[in-house]
Structure formats: C-alpha cells, structure tokens
C-alpha cells in the first residue's frame, strides 16, 4: 500500500484510466458472449475484445510497474505479443471446426454469415 504513495502523478493517470477502458471492454465482451442469440454471433464478442481489453490492462500495468521500480518493464510486451499472435487464430479456428460439424450434421445455414464460402458436395453438382 505504500508504494501507491510513492507512484508519481503522471503514472497514475493513465494506469487508472487504462484500467478502466481495459475492464470496461472485456466486460462489453462479456456481456456480448452471453446475449448473441448463436454461436457464430457468440465468438466475435470475446474474440475482438480479449485483444484490446487485455491489451489495455498490460499497458496500463508495463507503465505502473516501469514507474514504480524506475526501470523499463519488458514482460508485458511479450504477453502482448503473444495475444495479439494467438487469439485471433484460435478464434477463426474455432469458428471454422463450427462450421464443419455443422455441415457434418447437415444443417443447411451452416456458415451462412460466412457469405456463402461453404457449401455441401451435393450443391456444386446442380
């Protein structure tokens, strides 16, 4: 608790500030998972905001922890780096297995907000 008191003004501002848009999205994310009606609506919600919300809460933290130990703090870019690397594949991954087990199973609207990329063997012949 001590050390907050020591944290200079100009770190404070935007750590409490990144903090809160950071929290402000994954919450948005959140609420998106819970409120889309299918699942293809369902994933974009946490897929876009895992990204920037978690990349405003390790910037925020790389500036508090640089402030305070007066040294330039280096772990957090390589957590964002790892983010920004990973969440997007494995989302669209996901996203793809989805749509082939619903072609699998023979559900026609499988991939349809996918503007009509997938199609079943029996639709090509005609």
Known sequence: MTDLLHLPLWAVIPVSLLLVIGG???LIGALGLLRLPSFYQRIHGPAITVTLGAGC???SSMIYFSALQSRFVFHEIIISIFL???APVVAMLIM???VYRDLRA???DAG???GGIYHFPDEDKT
Do not use: F, N
């Open 24 to 26: 402000s999205i994954i």
């Open 57 to 59: 809460l390790l910037v």
């Open 84 to 86: 920004l690397l990973t």
């Open 96 to 98: 793809r297995a989805a």
């Open 106 to 108: 023979g559900k026609k």
């Open 112 to 114: 349809a907000t996918a």
